[in-house]
C-alpha cells in the first residue's frame, strides 16, 4: 500500500513538472529547448558518465525540474555536493524543496565562470549539462564547454545531451576528446549524450 501511494506521488510530480515545462516552453523555447523534462533513460545514461567515487562538487547546468538530479542521487551522489546552476526562478525553488542538501544558484549557465564565482572553490568532478546547448551560436558554446572543462579535475567529464542529430560542437577542439552514447530512442524525442575530456 505504501509503494503505491509513493508511485502515485511520483507519478503527479512527473505530471506536474511537465507541466510546468510546456509552460516554461510556451513562454520562452529557446531558452527553455524542450516541451517535456529528461526521460528516465536520457537521465540515467547522463548519469552513468559520473563516477561518484571521485571526490569534488557535482555541477548541473539547467537542471529544470530535476529529473537527471534525480539520477545522479540514485547514481550515489551525495546531494550536498551537487551546485545546480538554474536560470528559472520557479524551477530553482522547485528544486531548493526538493534537494534541500544540494547547492542552487540562480543564474545564466551560458556565464558559468561569473555564475560559479566563489562557490565552487574546489575543481569538480563532472559538469552535467541539460542546457539547450545547439540553440546557441557556435561561438557560445565554445565557451560554455571551455569554461566546464577549466573548472573540473582533468580528465573528467562535461557530460551533454542534445535532440540534434550531429554533435553539440561541429567542429572537434584541440586537446578535446568527445565520445557519444547510442541513440536513446525511448526519450521523447529521441536524444544522445556527448561526453568532452580535456586530454
Known amino acids: ?3 503505491q501511494s509513493s508511485l502515485s506521488v511520483a507519478k503527479k510530480h ?8 510546456i ?3 510556451l513562454e520562452k523555447p529557446l531558452e527553455t529547448g524542450a516541451v517535456a ?19 569534488g562538487p557535482v555541477i548541473e547546468l539547467g537542471p529544470g525540474t530535476g529529473p537527471v538530479t534525480e539520477a545522479l542521487v540514485a547514481r550515489g551522489v551525495d546531494p550536498a555536493r ?10 530553482c525553488r522547485l528544486l531548493r524543496s526538493r534537494y534541500p542538501a544540494a547547492t542552487v544558484v540562480n543564474a545564466d549557465a551560458y556565464g558559468l565562470k561569473r555564475a560559479l564565482g ?3 572553490p574546489q575543481r569538480a568532478a563532472a559538469v552535467v549539462s541539460g542546457l539547450p546547448i545547439v540553440t546557441k551560436p557556435p ?20 557530460i551533454q545531451f542534445t535532440y540534434a542529430v550531429g ?13 557519444a552514447s547510442e541513440r536513446i530512442w525511448l526519450n521523447l524525442p529521441p536524444a544522445r549524450v556527448w561526453v568532452y575530456r580535456r586530454n
Open 23 to 25: 509552460r516554461t516552453w
Open 14 to 21: 512527473r505530471l506536474d513538472d511537465e507541466m510546468r515545462f
Open 118 to 120: 566563489k562557490i565552487v
Open 167 to 179: 554533435p553539440p560542437l561541429a567542429h572537434a577542439v584541440f586537446g578535446v576528446r568527445a565520445e
Open 1 to 3: 500500500m505504501a509503494l
Open 139 to 158: 561561438r557560445t558554446r565554445l565557451r560554455l564547454i571551455n569554461e566546464a572543462l577549466n573548472c573540473l579535475i582533468p580528465g573528467a567529464p562535461f
Open 82 to 91: 551537487l551546485v545546480l546552476v538554474e536560470f528559472n526562478s520557479m524551477f
Open 37 to 55: 523534462p529528461s526521460g528516465k533513460m536520457l537521465a540515467r545514461t547522463m548519469a552513468r558518465y559520473v563516477d561518484p567515487k571521485i571526490p
